[in-house]
């Protein structure tokens, strides 16, 4: 069972910034892929950005790019999303993932990240 603890989100102004960190139990992390989703209100769920167990490739939702970097550090057991030049349409529920097979999908518990004046 892995556990994932997220942290980092808040009220922050249009043109701001955030960092999230998500923390996994266990000693696993280190060698799958970990992904950020986002839900808003009234909508699905979508893919942010994820990056390789090794953090050497990385990818974005278009939505995001130029504006967004994950990252992780294997020793800490955590990856990061920091979010820069936020857009009111960046509001939702920031969520990580660790998928190692349909039944071991693990998520955390989501972050609210709301950017407002």
């Known amino acids: 069972q892995v556990q994932l603890v997220e942290s980092g989100g808040g009220l922050v102004q249009p043109g701001g910034s955030l960092r999230l960190s998500c923390t996994a139990s266990g000693n696993i992390f280190s060698f799958y892929t970990m992904r950020w989703y986002r839900q808003a209100p009234g909508k699905e769920r979508e893919l942010v950005a994820d990056?390789?167990?090794?953090?050497?490739?990385?990818h974005y939702a278009d939505s995001v790019k130029g504006r967004f970097t994950i990252s992780r550090d294997n020793a800490k057991r955590t990856v990061y999303l920091q979010m820069n030049s936020l857009k009111p349409e960046d509001t939702a529920v920031y969520y990580c993932?660790?998928?190692?097979?349909?039944?071991?999908?693990?998520w955390g518990q989501g972050t609210q990240v709301t950017v407002s004046s």
């Open positions: 990056i390789s167990s090794d953090g050497g490739s990385t």
């Open positions: 993932n660790l998928l190692i097979t349909l039944q071991r999908d693990y």
